[in-house]
């Protein structure tokens, strides 16, 4: 994977789950699950910009860390998300494993 596709892939993903959290209801229980998502899932693609322009081996890898612990964060709140709106599982359980395909890059880059 290129680090182009890769940065769109991460792109698509933040835009796929603000899509998605404007589906979501307007509720006391949803606005700090659904800011939470939000910021943890863009931040993903943010963080991995970053490290594409990293100043050393150094940097480069603490972003990547940082886009890991993201992709965790992200699959956390989905999780919370799925439990508090039931009829939203589904779409909940297929950004869930795109988050965790990311957590899987990120690893993998990191590793090396």
């Given amino acids: 994977m290129t680090k182009y596709d890769l ?3 991460t792109l698509k993903f933040a835009e796929e789950i603000i899509r998605f ?4 209801p307007d509720n006391s229980i949803n606005r ?3 800011s939470q998502l ?3 899932a863009t931040s993903i693609g943010a963080n991995y910009c970053e490290a594409d322009a ?3 081996k150094k940097d480069f890898k603490h972003k990547i860390g940082i886009c ?3 992709a965790k964060e992200t699959r956390y709140w989905l999780r919370l998300i799925s ?3 039931p009829d939203k599982t589904s779409e909940c359980r297929r950004l869930w494993k795109e988050s965790h395909e990311l957590l899987l890059i990120f690893s993998t880059i990191f590793k090396k």
């Fill in 32 to 34: 700090p699950l659904i």
């Fill in 68 to 70: 890991r612990k993201e």
């Fill in 21 to 24: 959290a404007k589906s979501l």
């Fill in 7 to 9: 940065e769109e892939r």
């Fill in 54 to 56: 990293a100043e050393s």
């Fill in 38 to 40: 939000i910021r943890a």
């Fill in 83 to 85: 439990n508090a709106n």
